[in-house]
């Protein structure tokens, strides 16, 4: 049996190795647009994917907005002809005129970045004036998740001197609730919602100030579907292009489908129940506690309970049949900083591999 996996030619392929699967990228998108409603009301984050080609495939499917983590990822999408760019991050010195001069370079897209302090805007805004350029700026809220983003109730406050800064646009507001993880969809629904009603109420104080409509900017995957149903917001979803285990075992109410995964090969027999592969903490998200960083799927009853830089040590059943070489398929707990390990992808169709995608972004730069 041919499973959906399997790739025909992958004796061609060195592992460790990442590979994706562009059809189920494609449905993957598909799926977001559904959830969403509205095209334009989606936003994805590409820090899970890194790559120019899947940006172009969101691209040619209709999305027109992005939202990103680094002066990279920025540029990456520039390069691949996106017309609304997000940094998702307040720069902070060297960054602040990494971004001014991206601006600069790529009048054709709209760049726009978070701030939550109001020195450090006034800082944007001199390196805005001096290169005279004008920037949108949202307001990061802290609606949480503890992490960066100001007190809802100090962000009026910022608006109002965002306002008075003369090359400074104020575009609206941005809520990431990375901390509601609930795997009850009703409770998950009940916490994403309070933390859409932080950011708003704050909307409500401070659109008055404003001749135009404030956007508001809200989620992650995880709090994807509940945000959908509120029209007056763009959701950003990011895993959802290649989905990971960690997801799927927590989100079953969010079908997307694996479309990444990493091959590795058995390379010693250990004893009757030990085997190793050539998956180190390089070449799989780390950050787990072991078993917690891989799911093979043509090898479930798999238990990985020693990893090194480039070992990994698995259990398995007793008088199992494996010898050195067998390729295993394996999805990542965490796909996001799993993709960063890798400088290229392999791309599979039809069964077999037929290109490879440079995942451009996991550099710190690019060209700027």
Not at 285 to 296: G, K
Request: with cysteine.
């Amino acid at each position: 049996m041919h499973e959906w996996f399997s790739i025909d030619n992958v004796e061609q392929i060195d592992s460790p190795a990442l590979v994706i699967y562009p059809e189920r990228i494609k449905a993957n998108i598909e799926l977001a647009k559904s959830i969403a409603g509205d095209v334009n009301r989606l936003r994805p984050h590409v820090k899970t994917n890194k790559m120019e080609e899947v940006c172009r495939l969101m691209l040619q499917a209709g999305i027109s907005k992005f939202k990103c983590a680094t002066i990279a990822e920025a540029e990456m999408l520039a390069l691949s002809g996106s017309p609304d760019i997000m940094l998702a991050y307040q720069p902070v010195g060297p960054k602040i005129d990494r971004l001014v001069r991206l601006v600069k370079a790529y009048p054709e897209s709209r760049f726009s970045c978070l701030v939550d302090d109001i020195e450090n805007a006034s800082v944007i805004n001199s390196c805005c004036q001096k290169e005279e350029i004008n920037l949108d700026v949202f307001i990061d809220l802290n609606i949480g998740m503890n992490r960066t983003g100001i007190h809802p109730l100090k962000a009026p406050g910022l608006a109002k001197v965002i306002l008075s800064l003369e090359h400074l646009r104020f575009a609206g507001l941005h809520g990431y609730d990375g901390h509601v993880h609930e795997p009850l969809p009703v409770q998950r629904q009940k916490e994403a919602d309070a933390s859409y009603a932080l950011a708003k109420n704050v909307v409500k104080e401070i659109q008055p100030l404003f001749p135009y409509q404030l956007q508001m900017v809200m989620g992650g995957t995880p709090t994807f579907p509940v945000h959908a149903h509120h029209t007056d917001c763009e959701c950003s979803p990011g895993t959802f292009v290649f989905w990971d285990w960690g997801y799927k075992n927590q989100y079953p109410d969010m079908p997307f489908e694996y479309a990444a995964l990493v091959i590795c090969r058995v390379i010693s027999i250990i004893d009757q129940q030990h085997i190793c592969v050539d998956l180190g903490h390089k070449s799989v998200a780390a950050e787990n506690p072991l078993p917690q960083r891989i799911q093979f799927l043509n090898a479930p009853e798999a238990k990985p309970v020693a990893q090194n830089e480039e070992h990994l040590v698995l259990e398995m059943p007793e008088n199992n049949t494996y010898s050195i070489g067998q390729i295993f398929y394996g999805v990542p707990v965490h796909i996001c900083p799993t993709v960063a390990l890798y400088d290229k992808a392999f791309v599979i169709e039809n069964g077999g591999m037929t290109d490879s995608w440079t995942v451009v972004a996991r550099n710190r730069s690019i060209n700027f």
